[in-house]
DNA sequence: ACACTCGGGACCTCCCGTTGTT
DNA sequence: AACAACGGGAGGTCCCGAGTGT
């Protein structure tokens, strides 16, 4: 679940680029966050093999915390957006669409990034309840996610796929906390078996959502 | 989500009490790990307010971590199963009673300790990735949390009262970390109605578990 | 003591203005210096609010010391010549003008300031003893100081204001001596009844360079 | 003016001696702190030397300023009431001890050290102005010292020593400030003889303060 | 003449663990 | 069984100055 892509590595000894380096110290700092978390990790870890010095990050961020902010802002919530939302709003079916998403995310993690956990649930299960920048921030992303899902699966309500008894927006944020649940398990046991059979447990609780009498073979498509 | 018992906060001038010093010292660590984090819990935070000295701590425990260890084993193990497998051991019917926990354990917990979700998660989500001796002693405490859950399913589906198509161990797998799930995502909205509204859609899931014609309400006593 | 003007504020997005900018910031920085004392300025702070970057600090002076160095030569001598020589080389009574000066350097003065002394004093007290090249310029402006008082002496000596018996040069570094010592006292008791209690005890002290049956009375005119 | 002991400089490695240990980092600081300011002297020079660890250091006090604000409480006020407020109250005629004093501290001071000014008068210029802190403590230590000499020269009064038309309070002040003046000012001018000729001006203006028709010679003893 | 970006070092702080002692 | 005192290292921050571009 979030596979950053690293940073170039060599000492920039050329022209000054301020958004190069700017999102090579982000890049950096999501991956090392996700990996060792964000406290544990020293700003010098950080910057390892990055070619980037501690008075660049200096000039682009004010603090550690700032960095961390920016990371929750501009890349976290772009990657919900990119994996959940849009893929969600252009599905033809919510359920089936929710179940595809869990399951690609789980299997395009190499195994030995499971154990990583989701860098979202990190941050939050790291930050949140003493920070409060950070809470309000991973609290915005989470909104986000939330009103995403539930946008699609009241759309699916309408053509007949979702149940019409239910908290749509109590079971969105549902299944975003199942989630992260799940990818949180993964950090105790790093088992990609277990972790697909996990996802496939949700699949069929989620199954639930559907109307009495519509089975998920009757609508599947491919 | 679990409320530490407090330490006593004075200093003993009495005998020395190897056990009560012992179990002091797990007690305030749990409060303040649970409260603050594992790492970012200096020693000195840790033991302040508790009559206790570092000295006294190391005496009992060869480092910071294995005092870790042992809130793990010695304590969190236990409160799993006072709160979950001994319950759902005992209980008449598996679905209700689980339905029935999740709700206690969050109504038990004071809105403002809801931010600080659960100890268990906590200490996973920071340590599993970085610690193997943690990840292994969390996993163990999971393993049993599964297998008891496990156990009393499979009774369930004799019983009749759970659906027999469902892999059993992922199922239990899954509720466990779904309620972990929800457990998180308190830390980024520490909201109790927020909480229960999650948790009754939770329970509209589970309520999926029940073979097909068998309906809640027919169940339910209260 | 000492009132430096405040700096233009605004960027100037006009023509280059080397003079203008050079003057900017050697304004902003003995303001800077005089609030907040030499090393504890950054050089960041010291710009903050002018309109001027370091890029253009580093093209009129080669660094910070360079910078401290240029007020001192160019700003601070001359304040000492426009306040003491000059008042004191026209003066018809040395005596009567220094008691003058004093009282008038202090009543300028917002009792907000006073706390932050005689610039200086303080860089004489902050780096003198750790750079020799603060030492030499500071030395220097002294020697100015020094030498104009002493002939305003000398030239009371000749017009029977002053007593012969004493060490004129001496008695100019005193008065310089026990002026920047009052001005240091305001900083631990900055507290303008006070400055002007010492004031007057120093007036009393200085009327002792009369020669003997010259009262105060007789010279003074208002 | 204050040469400080200096700590023992070896290691200790028998058994631990608090007091010891502390007032061996209070003397090691003060030295330095004298010699190259408060802010200026990193904890690291300042250790170097000494045979004591920054945990040492920091186990005696919370950080840097406190260590600063106990060398005022513990060490200046102290060498203040040895050197100035004690030898006068005991002394059989104020003028004279006054010019016996300033004498003494000036010449005992060795010519290298005359550059290093008045701790007091360093700290005050230094930190008076930009921590509340440290002001609080300077002038409380600059009180006792104004009324101790306020004390002195009231005692003077009675004995005809000193005039009566002064403001005995204000007076006293000036003097301390003229004396802190004076060792500011070797800081620009660290040479002896001319320490020793500002003193011999500074003698003849107090000689000012006894009452008219008293002579110096008259009164002298040694 | 001046602006933006960056380099690298040093400083205060703080923390985990140990040692000698009772 | 417990405590006060201490060792040593690393972390976040910040700052002076250099470099390139315009």
């Known amino acids: 679940m979030f596979i950053p892509i690293r940073a170039c590595g060599k ?27 964000f406290s544990a990790t020293s700003l010098d870890q950080l910057l390892e093999g990055t070619g980037v010095t501690k008075g660049a990050l200096y000039y682009h961020f004010p603090n550690k915390q700032a960095l961390g902010y920016a990371i929750v802002d501009e890349m976290i ?42 860098p979202l649930n990190n941050l939050t299960q790291e930050l949140a309840a003493v920070d409060e920048g950070f809470r309000t921030r991973l609290a915005s992303v989470y909104q986000d996610w939330h009103e995403g899902l539930a946008a699609s699966l009241h759309k699916g309500q309408a053509a007949g796929q979702v149940r019409t008894d239910i908290d749509v927006a109590a079971t969105a944020a549902l299944v975003v906390a199942s989630f992260e649940g799940i990818a949180g398990a993964m950090k105790a046991a790093p088992n990609k078996d277990f972790a697909l059979r996990l ?22 498509v491919d």
Do not use: Y
Request: proline share 4%.
């Open 11 to 37: 000492r920039c000894t050329t022209a000054k680029q301020p958004d190069v380096t700017r999102q090579a110290i982000m890049e950096a700092a999501l991956t090392r966050f996700h990996e060792g978390g």
């Open 77 to 118: 919530r772009g990657w919900i957006h990119e994996r959940w939302v849009r893929p969600l709003a252009h599905a033809e079916n919510v359920i089936e669409e929710l179940k595809i998403i869990v399951r690609r995310v789980i299997e395009e993690t190499p195994e030995n990034f499971l154990a990583f956990g989701c």
């Open 199 to 220: 996802v496939g447990a949700f699949g069929q609780l989620i199954d639930g959502l559907r109307p009495a009498g519509v089975t998920q073979e009757a609508v599947s």
